[in-house]
């Protein structure tokens, strides 16, 4: 039998006590399934941890089952929220779906992976069907979950559609005929949702596994709603910074589930530990070369304060004068009134020097702007 140790790492709950073993008994491949909607275009590290752990499985023999949930994603699922989760439109959530598998085969492997799109049989289902599904579970049982417990207590709306979502996700566990779910400690209710509706349906239930929540650079849950988040998929430089960004007291944390070391990160220098991790996350996204240089960005312009090797260049005509605001919202994103409040605060130098002023015309031919502390742009009178 494989070691149970290492398929649940990390685990916080493995229900129900003893099926796991059971259904590993069985002598055969298990369907390890975890879905994953489409919220937004990417899979962070956060939420590659439960992909960690079907890797786990596929190194033991077994298949992962992957659900993109396309047509999920469009009820939105209610679990930690206050309020409805904003519906997208067919657009977004086809152009965040084809991201999806590739980022999640950064973790798995391919050759032991079946991908679905939960619209392959959520889309067929007929009201006669929907019906008896609903017939499954009791609407007493629904609202017993914490986040709609706490709606109904501060008379905040809850659609039926939200009701609808873990019974919907559930039919994915019939659909594929799951033998095992993975899924982060928020998901536990939909996971054990899937059990209800597999038995309804005459099947085996599932085993529920459950993975802890990590926490972002900002020290709140890692989501991409709030921005604190390492995309799989962000360049190595930005990995790098972001990874070099985690308070010392969340490395622990970082060690043990991203990284899934044993090693205590608080032994030995914490520097030495973070900078361990941040090339540990670009290595197994983007390659070791890839990491090295990623470092070797960040030694140059975060901790010596020099500009990078290859900074962006945009060429000016002879006396021309910029508008900073509009030209940084160009180059690095984000709006115009932000850089204006960057420059208004202090935020820019051009040249190593503070400049407070919003435009800008190079006196000697050329001036580098750097704006806050890791972006820098060249501006340059004449041709390349």
């Known amino acids: 039998m494989p070691d149970l140790r290492e398929l649940t790492r990390n685990a916080v709950t493995v229900l129900p006590e003893g099926g796991l073993e059971r259904k590993l ?36 023999g077994h298949v992962g089952v992957l659900i993109v949930g396309d047509y999920t994603t469009r009820i939105g699922d209610p679990s930690g929220r206050s309020t409805e989760r904003p519906v997208l439109s067919d657009e977004e959530i086809e152009r965040n779906a084809r991201t999806y598998v590739e980022q999640a085969f950064q973790i798995v492997d391919p050759a032991r992976t079946e991908v679905h799109m939960n619209g392959e049989w959520l889309a067929k289902l007929d009201f006669a069907e929907v019906v008896r599904l609903t017939r499954t579970v009791t609407v007493a049982r629904l609202l ?12 905040a709306p809850i659609s039926v559609s939200e009701l609808l979502y873990p019974l919907l996700q559930a039919y994915d566990s019939v659909a594929i005929e799951a033998d095992v779910e993975l899924g982060g400690t928020d998901q536990l209710y939909n996971l054990l949702a899937g059990r209800d509706v597999m038995e309804a349906y005459g099947l085996e239930p599932q085993v529920v596994l ?49 990284m899934e070391s044993d090693d205590d990160p608080r032994a030995g220098d914490p520097l030495e530990a973070k900078l361990r991790l941040a090339r540990f996350v670009v290595a197994r996204s983007h390659g070791e070369e890839a990491a090295a240089r990623a470092e070797a960005h960040f030694t140059r312009v975060v901790r010596e304060g020099r500009a990078p090797e290859e900074v962006p260049v945009r060429l000016l005509r002879d006396g021309e004068a910029v508008y900073l605001p509009s030209l940084l919202a160009e ?17 820019l130098k051009v040249d190593g ?25 060249r501006l340059r009178v004449g041709s390349a």
């Open 25 to 60: 008994a069985l002598g055969r491949p298990l369907r390890v399934k975890l879905g994953i909607d489409v919220t937004s275009p990417h899979i962070h590290v956060g939420r590659a941890i439960p992909l960690q752990r079907m890797a786990a499985f596929q190194r033991a």
């Open 144 to 155: 017993e979950r914490d986040d709609f417990a706490k709606r109904m207590a501060q008379s």
């Open 210 to 258: 459950t993975t802890p929540l990590l926490l972002g650079t900002d020290g709140r849950k890692m989501s991409s709603s709030y921005g604190n988040y390492i995309g799989l998929t962000d360049p190595p430089e930005e990995q790098f910074g972001k990874t070099m960004r985690i308070s010392d007291e969340l490395l622990p944390d970082y060690y043990r589930l991203v």
């Open 331 to 347: 180059v690095f994103g984000d709006t115009n009134s932000h850089w204006r409040r960057v420059i208004e605060q202090g935020g």
């Open 353 to 377: 020097r503070p400049f407070g002023r919003l435009e800008l015309a190079p006196a000697a031919g050329e001036a580098l702007v750097q704006a806050g502390k890791r972006r820098f742009l």
